[in-house]
């Protein structure tokens, strides 16, 4: 039985193009004149011939060990362009006894012994390569300059009146500001992917066939209707959101290989080259949050035992750690008739006991959220003035550094406009001494000037973006200004959520008697730690203070912590019960009051009114702040 192979790859020459047709049409002829006739057809349309697992190729394979016994191919080209393939499958054609025939090539495998078959199989071979060698060459010239147009992500489209621009798709970027919302407000991939879901928010693919379809194409793209964990990883991962144009991001190494990944320093990157949707601030911030979840193991809002699984229940849940053993705490609720106590511990005290860590480490998350809240009150003069002595510094460092980076820039583009202009005549040239070979040299040379061309583009851009920076802020300024913003929306509300606490929050060392050491991020804590430390000394030095006045304003000879509570609350102070029981067991360490089983009288006034006014004037004694540390430590700990 009789067969003929025809194949055609999109990327063949069309000057030398034979359609399906032609090839069935040349070897039906040429059967013909032989006196022989074509009894089954085999076809690859659209496939190219450097791979062999085609279809109708294998499938020809087959049948050649069943019925089939010559076979018609119009040339070396179609049957295959990969030259030691070729070589094998003639070998195993005459090992198995059967007959193959290639018209233009004039090769009979019963009848012809040709020593020029590898030099004619290694050019079709080179043919391919040549050509996607080429094909990688314009699409790396135009990745370089950053005018190649890749399909645009979920939240953008092309302009329809600014050509290549690219503009924001509104209700797609509030989807995605939402994401970024909810992953820094502790939820995970899959409750940000079932709440979108939930709510019936079009997936990418939906939008993206929406489009389609609006502009008149008809894909057979599949459609997802239901958002998934990776379609959230792959937006909150993305820089594109921050306008920044990234190209290059997988190259292939072969003809039909494998795309590999291109490490980043070797992409090529175009910043605020569009209108971003995500500021960079917030891009940045979730990215350290993707790392330390990574770290810590994080499962998204959802908590065991009886917490609710919100991300409101454990809003510290990403920082706070313990100070020996370095493990996280562990949020424990436990409930009451009226009320709900909320308290964290050390994770590995919890699971196996004090033989692996020696104390509990307790803080109540109601007192570690004032901790935080006098600790940012402090930070916040401290921050302020941080910010103009920074402000002054940048001003002369950027009064000197951008005419220097300008100078160098400016420098190397001249450079790489002489190298252009010698390529330029060394070409003209070459072709003046040898005109027969004008394309090969034209070829040869065009790799060369189009990695010029773009270097030269790059650099003009990067010498106009530095004369538009004139009042750009420095970046340590910058997040200064940032955190103190967040402080100043959280001071004024007078309270933490899941976004305030990770965008201010490194880390919170919980010690063995429950006090907090608290590190907040971009390394803000070591702006002036030690004034820091002075300034909340200084409020607890000023509420001792107030304490003490309001006791020796006291004629009634005895106090209780709920009449501190009102006068302090009266006075000004933001202060808590916590906070009044600290301050009570330190004055009674300083011998101003003393306890009593009295109900109705529980702390007796033990300091006459002249001893008081005394210490009121001299205050504060060397030891108060070691007093009501230690006090207060105790405290907790009991």
Not at 79 to 87: P, Q, V
Not at 268 to 274: G, P, Q
Request: hydrophobic share 30%.
């Amino acid at each position: 039985m009789n067969a003929g192979y025809c194949r055609l790859s999109r990327d063949d020459d069309r000057r030398n193009y034979a359609s399906i047709e032609n090839q069935r049409l040349i070897i039906s002829q040429y059967a013909a004149e032989h006196g022989e006739s074509i009894d089954r057809w085999y076809e690859d349309d659209g496939i190219s011939g450097y791979i062999f697992d085609r279809p109708g190729f294998q499938t020809m394979m087959e049948d050649l060990g069943r019925d089939i016994d010559t076979v018609f191919v119009k040339d070396f080209s179609r049957l295959g362009r990969h030259n030691a393939k070729i070589l094998l499958l003639l070998d195993e054609f005459q090992e198995r006894g059967k007959r193959l025939i290639v018209i233009d090539d004039n090769y009979d495998s019963r009848l012809t012994d040709d020593d020029t078959i590898g030099i004619k199989t290694w050019y079709n071979e080179r043919y391919v390569k040549d050509t996607s060698k080429k094909i990688r060459r314009v699409l790396t010239a135009k990745q370089k300059d950053g005018s190649l147009v890749t399909q645009l992500p979920f939240g953008y489209r092309r302009s329809s009146t600014k050509g290549n621009a690219f503009e924001i798709v509104p209700e797609q970027a509030a989807v995605i500001r939402q994401i970024y919302a909810m992953y820094i407000a502790g939820s995970g991939y899959r409750k940000i992917a079932e709440s979108l879901t939930y709510r019936q928010a079009e997936t990418p693919s939906m939008c993206r066939r929406r489009q389609e379809l609006a502009d008149g194409k008809n894909t057979k793209r599949r459609v997802i209707p239901e958002w998934s964990d990776s379609m959230v990883k792959d937006i909150l991962a993305n820089d594109f959101y921050i306008g920044t144009y990234r190209l290059h991001k997988r190259a292939r190494m072969s003809v039909h290989g494998k795309d590999r990944r291109v490490p980043k320093d070797e992409q090529y990157v175009f910043e605020n080259h569009h209108a971003p949707i995500i500021d960079p601030a917030t891009f940045e911030l979730v990215q350290e949050i993707k790392k330390k979840r990574t770290r810590s193991r994080y499962k998204g809002s959802q908590t065991r035992g009886r917490r609710e699984k919100t991300a409101a229940q454990d809003p510290f849940g990403s920082c706070l750690y313990c100070k020996c053993c370095g493990h996280k705490m562990t949020p424990i609720v436990r409930d009451r008739e009226k009320t709900r106590r909320k308290y964290y511990v050390c994770s590995l005290y919890n699971a196996q006991g004090k033989r692996r860590c020696g104390k509990s480490h307790l803080i109540e998350e109601s007192q570690l959220a004032e901790d935080i809240l006098a600790y940012l009150g402090a930070c916040r003069t401290i921050f302020q003035s941080a910010i103009k002595a920074i402000e002054i510094d940048v001003a002369g460092q950027e009064g000197q550094e951008l005419p220097r980076r300008r100078l160098e820039i400016k420098r190397q583009l001249e450079k790489e406009k002489n190298q252009l202009r010698l390529l330029l005549s060394q070409k003209i040239k070459d072709i003046a001494s040898h005109p027969e070979n004008e394309d090969i040299i034209t070829e040869g040379y065009q790799t060369v000037q189009d990695d010029l061309s773009a270097r030269i583009r790059a650099l003009e851009k990067q010498y106009e973006d530095l004369g538009e920076r004139n009042d750009e802020r420095g970046p340590a300024q910058t997040k200064l200004m940032s955190a103190l913003d967040i402080i100043d929306d959280t001071l004024t509300r007078g309270a933490l959520d899941r976004s305030d606490i990770e965008r201010l929050i490194d880390r919170i060392d919980v010690d063995e008697y429950g006090f907090p050491e608290i590190h907040l991020r971009y390394g803000l804590s070591e702006v002036d730690r030690r004034s820091v430390a002075e300034e909340i000394s200084k409020k607890h030095d000023n509420l001792i203070l107030s304490t003490l006045r309001l006791i020796r304003d006291d004629n009634k000879g005895y106090t209780s912590v709920q009449s501190l509570l009102s006068g302090l609350t009266a006075m000004g102070n933001l202060v808590t019960k916590a906070n009044v029981i600290t301050v009570v067991a330190l004055l009674q360490d300083m011998k101003v009051i003393e306890a009593s089983e009295n109900k109705r009288k529980p702390y007796p006034i033990a300091m006459g009114r002249e001893e008081l006014e005394e210490l009121i004037v001299h205050f504060p004694p060397h030891e108060t702040e070691c007093f009501l540390h230690n006090r207060a430590a105790d405290w907790r700990n009991a």
